[in-house]
């Protein structure tokens, strides 16, 4: 029984090997596009961030402070 798990085990390893070197030469030879990166929008000295600038102006400024905010919607809530 010990001898026929190990077959297959083997047998399955052997045949994972092949399949699992064609992905990592498919992954080298694409290229990750990156998306353009257009100018923040500034307002008086403010950048004005959103969900699509965010992740850029936190890559291109060493330090941020930010102010989250959200607009109220209906009746105000006491």
Same mark, same amino acid.
């Not at 001898?3 to 052997?14: K, P, R």
């Not at 008086?44 to 919607?73: C, E, I, M, T, W």
């Given at each position: 029984m010990r001898e026929l798990l190990l077959?297959?085990?083997l047998a399955v390893?052997?045949?994972?090997?092949?399949?699992?070197?064609d992905q990592t030469e498919h992954n080298a030879n694409t290229r990750v596009k990156k998306p353009k990166?257009?100018?923040i929008k500034e307002e008086k000295g403010v950048l004005v961030l959103n969900?699509? $600038? =965010?992740d850029?102006? !936190?890559r291109k400024y060493?330090?941020?402070?930010v $102010? =989250?905010?959200a607009? !109220?919607?209906g009746s105000p809530r006491a």
């Amino acid at each position: 029984m010990r001898e026929l798990l190990l077959l297959s085990l083997l047998a399955v390893a052997w045949l994972c090997g092949p399949a699992a070197t064609d992905q990592t030469e498919h992954n080298a030879n694409t290229r990750v596009k990156k998306p353009k990166s257009s100018p923040i929008k500034e307002e008086k000295g403010v950048l004005v961030l959103n969900k699509s $600038n =965010f992740d850029q102006a !936190l890559r291109k400024y060493k330090q941020l402070l930010v $102010n =989250f905010h959200a607009p !109220l919607s209906g009746s105000p809530r006491a």
